[in-house]
C-alpha cells in the first residue's frame, strides 16, 4: 500500500477483501500453517495522522452467552437489549431453538420464553468455547438424544473436564473415550447436583458451565478447582453476578470452591454491555498512532476482563480519561496517545483474551515487554502464542513464545501477509499492527465477525475520523 501524500489524508479504508489469494492459516494446535482453500486477502489501513474517534461497540459475547444460557433456564421469559449478533451467539441461539425454546429476535433485542427442552438435536458449536463448554450441561436437563459437533479445531479444544463432570452426575455420554468433540448426550430431563471436583486450569468456562446450571440441580452444587491455577477470574466473578442479578445464592466458601444453591432463575429484562475486549484494537490504535479514540458507554461497573485495559494502556503511556455519557448507560471513556509506547512486563493470567492486541501494542513499543501468565491460550482457537510468533515474526519482529508467555523486542517491521488460523483477535491485532507498517495484508479478516460483526468497516469509520492540523 502506497504511503499517504499529505499529513491530512489518510489511506482509504477498505472494508471489503481485496488482493489476491494465497496460503491461508489453519487452527493448527502447534500454530504451524497448513495449506487450506485459498482466502481473499485484506489490504490493511495504513494510519498516517493523529486520530480524534468516538466509538459504539457491540455488546458483550461473554455476557450475551451466559444471558442466553440463564435465559433458557429461568422460570419466566427474559429479554436482552442490546446483544451481540455474531457468529458466536448466532451459534447459541440456533442451539437453543434446537432444543424447542422460543427465541424471537429483533434488531436490538432477543426475547427468550422458556419451554420443555427435548430431543432428538443436533447442536453445531463452530469454534465457539462458550458454546462447545456452556451447553453440554444444559442439554443434560434435556429429555433424548443431543448430538454436538463443530469445526475441526473444536474437536481439538478441551472439553475433559466437563464432560466427566457430566458422567460423575449420571449422565450417559457417547464420545468414543475422546472425552471431546463430536459427543452425544442422553439427557433424562434432570441433573442430581451435589458435589463435584474438576481441573480447571485450562479453562475457566469449564467451571462456568457446571454453575449457570447448578440452581436447576436438585441438590444444587457445591464445586471445587482442583487444577494448580484458574486462569480468567473476571469470567468466573460475571458468571456467578449473573446468577446472584437472577435471584440465584452462591457462596463462595474459599478460594477454589462455590456453592450454588438449588432453586428458581427469574427471567429478566437486560441490557448487554458493551464489549470491553474488543475496545481494545480502537484504544491501541489511539496509541499507535496517536490523538484519541472514546469509547461511548463504557460501563461504570464491571466484571468484564476488558476493563483492565484502563490500567494495562496506561502503564504503557497512555493517559486515561472518562466522562458522563450522553445515554446514561455508562461513561464514555477516552484513551489519549502520543504514539510513544512503552514496553510492559505483566501477568495477563486473568485476562488473556487481551493479549494479542497488547502484544501488537508491544511490538510497536520504544522498549521489551514480556507478557506471562498465558500458557492456556494455546487452547484457544488456535494456538494463539505460537501464531503471535510466528506472524509478528514474519513481519521483521522479534518475538520468542515461552510455554507460558511472550517475550517482544521491538524491531524494524515490513509488510507482508498475516495469517490469522481463522482467529479473530489475531485479525485485529494484525489490523492494529498495520496502521504504522505498510503493505500488510490480512487473510481471512471475515473470522473477525466470530464475535465482532463489521469490524473492517468499523475500523475504517474511525481511521475516517482524525484530528484536523492548524
Same mark, same amino acid.
Given at each position: 500500500?502506497?504511503?499517504?501524500?499529505?499529513?491530512?489524508?489518510? =489511506?482509504?479504508?477498505?472494508?471489503?477483501?481485496?488482493?489476491?489469494?494465497?496460503?491461508?492459516?489453519?487452527?493448527?494446535?502447534?500454530?504451524?500453517?497448513?495449506? !487450506?482453500?485459498?482466502?481473499?486477502?485484506?489490504?490493511?489501513?495504513?494510519?498516517?495522522?493523529?486520530?480524534?474517534?468516538?466509538?459504539?461497540?457491540?455488546?458483550?459475547?461473554?455476557?450475551?452467552?451466559?444471558?442466553?444460557?440463564?435465559?433458557?433456564?429461568?422460570?419466566?421469559?427474559? %429479554?436482552?437489549?442490546?446483544?451481540?449478533?455474531?457468529?458466536?451467539?448466532?451459534?447459541?441461539?440456533?442451539?437453543?431453538?434446537?432444543?424447542?425454546?422460543?427465541?424471537?429476535?429483533?434488531?436490538?433485542?432477543? $426475547?427468550?420464553?422458556?419451554?420443555?427442552?427435548?430431543?432428538? /438435536?443436533?447442536?453445531?458449536?463452530?469454534?465457539?468455547?462458550? =458454546?462447545?463448554?456452556?451447553?453440554?450441561?444444559?442439554?443434560?436437563?434435556?429429555?433424548?438424544?443431543?448430538?454436538?459437533?463443530?469445526?475441526?479445531? !473444536?474437536? *481439538?479444544?478441551?472439553?475433559?473436564? =466437563?464432560?466427566?463432570?457430566? *458422567?460423575?452426575?449420571?449422565?450417559?455420554?457417547?464420545?468414543?473415550?475422546?472425552?471431546?468433540?463430536?459427543?452425544?448426550?442422553?439427557?433424562?430431563?434432570?441433573?442430581?447436583?451435589?458435589?463435584?471436583?474438576?481441573? /480447571?486450569?485450562?479453562?475457566?468456562?469449564?467451571?462456568?458451565?457446571?454453575?449457570?446450571?447448578?440452581?436447576?440441580?436438585?441438590?444444587?452444587?457445591?464445586?471445587?478447582?482442583?487444577?494448580?491455577?484458574?486462569?480468567?477470574?473476571?469470567?468466573?466473578?460475571?458468571?456467578?453476578?449473573?446468577?446472584?442479578?437472577?435471584? =440465584?445464592?452462591?457462596?463462595?466458601?474459599?478460594?477454589?470452591?462455590?456453592?450454588?444453591?438449588?432453586?428458581?432463575?427469574?427471567?429478566?429484562?437486560?441490557?448487554?454491555?458493551?464489549?470491553? !475486549?474488543? /475496545?481494545?484494537?480502537?484504544?491501541?490504535?489511539?496509541?499507535?498512532?496517536?490523538?484519541?479514540?472514546?469509547?461511548?458507554?463504557?460501563?461504570?461497573?464491571? %466484571?468484564?476482563?476488558?476493563?483492565?485495559?484502563?490500567?494495562?494502556?496506561?502503564?504503557?503511556?497512555? +493517559?486515561?480519561?472518562?466522562?458522563? $455519557?450522553?445515554?446514561? @448507560?455508562?461513561?464514555?471513556?477516552?484513551?489519549?496517545?502520543?504514539?510513544?509506547?512503552?514496553?510492559?512486563?505483566?501477568?495477563?493470567?486473568?485476562? &488473556?483474551?487481551?493479549?494479542?492486541?497488547?502484544?501488537?501494542?508491544?511490538?510497536?513499543?520504544?522498549?521489551?515487554?514480556?507478557?506471562?501468565?498465558?500458557?492456556?491460550?494455546?487452547?484457544?482457537?488456535?494456538?494463539?502464542?505460537?501464531?503471535?510468533?510466528?506472524?509478528?515474526?514474519?513481519? &521483521?519482529?522479534?518475538?520468542?513464545?515461552?510455554?507460558?508467555?511472550?517475550?517482544? %523486542?521491538?524491531?524494524?517491521?515490513?509488510?507482508?501477509?498475516?495469517?490469522?488460523? +481463522?482467529?479473530?483477535?489475531?485479525?485485529?491485532?494484525?489490523?492494529?499492527?498495520?496502521?504504522?507498517?505498510?503493505?500488510?495484508?490480512? +487473510?481471512?479478516?471475515?473470522?473477525?465477525?466470530?464475535?465482532?460483526?463489521?469490524?473492517?468497516?468499523?475500523?475504517? !469509520?474511525?481511521?475516517? @475520523?482524525?484530528?484536523?492540523?492548524?
Amino acid at each position: 500500500m502506497p504511503s499517504p501524500k499529505n499529513r491530512r489524508s489518510r =489511506v482509504a479504508p477498505d472494508t471489503g477483501v481485496t488482493g489476491t489469494a494465497g496460503t491461508t492459516g489453519t487452527s493448527s494446535p502447534s500454530g504451524a500453517l497448513a495449506a !487450506s482453500p485459498e482466502t481473499p486477502l485484506w489490504s490493511a489501513p495504513y494510519a498516517n495522522a493523529p486520530l480524534a474517534a468516538t466509538i459504539s461497540l457491540p455488546g458483550s459475547k461473554s455476557v450475551t452467552n451466559r444471558a442466553l444460557v440463564l435465559a433458557a433456564l429461568a422460570d419466566s421469559p427474559s %429479554t436482552l437489549y442490546k446483544p451481540l449478533y455474531s457468529r458466536d451467539s448466532d451459534l447459541m441461539i440456533a442451539a437453543l431453538r434446537a432444543l424447542g425454546l422460543g427465541v424471537d429476535q429483533q434488531p436490538e433485542s432477543i $426475547s427468550i420464553s422458556p419451554r420443555p427442552m427435548k430431543g432428538p /438435536a443436533t447442536i453445531d458449536v463452530g469454534n465457539a468455547g462458550t =458454546v462447545m463448554r456452556f451447553l453440554p450441561p444444559l442439554a443434560a436437563l434435556a429429555n433424548g438424544e443431543i448430538s454436538f459437533d463443530g469445526d475441526p479445531r !473444536s474437536h *481439538e479444544r478441551p472439553l475433559k473436564p =466437563v464432560i466427566k463432570a457430566l *458422567e460423575e452426575l449420571g449422565i450417559e455420554i457417547d464420545h468414543d473415550g475422546k472425552y471431546a468433540l463430536p459427543l452425544t448426550i442422553h439427557a433424562r430431563g434432570e441433573l442430581p447436583g451435589g458435589s463435584l471436583s474438576i481441573d /480447571a486450569s485450562q479453562s475457566s468456562q469449564f467451571l462456568s458451565s457446571l454453575l449457570l446450571v447448578a440452581p436447576r440441580m436438585r441438590a444444587g452444587l457445591t464445586i471445587t478447582n482442583v487444577g494448580p491455577t484458574l486462569p480468567s477470574m473476571p469470567h468466573i466473578e460475571m458468571t456467578i453476578a449473573m446468577l446472584k442479578e437472577r435471584g =440465584v445464592k452462591v457462596t463462595k466458601l474459599d478460594e477454589n470452591t462455590w456453592q450454588v444453591a438449588p432453586g428458581a432463575i427469574q427471567g429478566v429484562r437486560t441490557l448487554i454491555e458493551p464489549d470491553l !475486549s474488543n /475496545a481494545a484494537p480502537f484504544l491501541g490504535a489511539a496509541m499507535i498512532v496517536g490523538g484519541s479514540v472514546t469509547i461511548r458507554d463504557w460501563p461504570k461497573s464491571t %466484571t468484564q476482563p476488558g476493563d483492565q485495559l484502563r490500567e494495562i494502556f496506561a502503564a504503557m503511556g497512555a +493517559e486515561i480519561t472518562k466522562k458522563k $455519557s450522553s445515554s446514561s @448507560q455508562g461513561e464514555d471513556l477516552t484513551l489519549s496517545g502520543t504514539g510513544v509506547i512503552h514496553g510492559i512486563d505483566i501477568n495477563l493470567h486473568d485476562v &488473556g483474551e487481551l493479549t494479542p492486541s497488547i502484544a501488537a501494542v508491544a511490538l510497536l513499543a520504544n522498549s521489551p515487554s514480556h507478557l506471562r501468565g498465558i500458557g492456556h491460550l494455546r487452547l484457544h482457537e488456535t494456538d494463539r502464542l505460537e501464531a503471535i510468533a510466528n506472524e509478528f515474526n514474519n513481519l &521483521g519482529g522479534n518475538v520468542v513464545a515461552h510455554s507460558d508467555s511472550l517475550e517482544i %523486542t521491538p524491531a524494524r517491521l515490513r509488510g507482508g501477509t498475516f495469517h490469522t488460523y +481463522e482467529d479473530h483477535r489475531l485479525a485485529t491485532a494484525a489490523a492494529m499492527i498495520a496502521l504504522k507498517t505498510p503493505d500488510i495484508r490480512i +487473510e481471512n479478516i471475515a473470522t473477525t465477525s466470530k464475535t465482532f460483526p463489521n469490524f473492517p468497516a468499523l475500523w475504517g !469509520s474511525m481511521l475516517e @475520523q482524525i484530528q484536523v492540523q492548524p
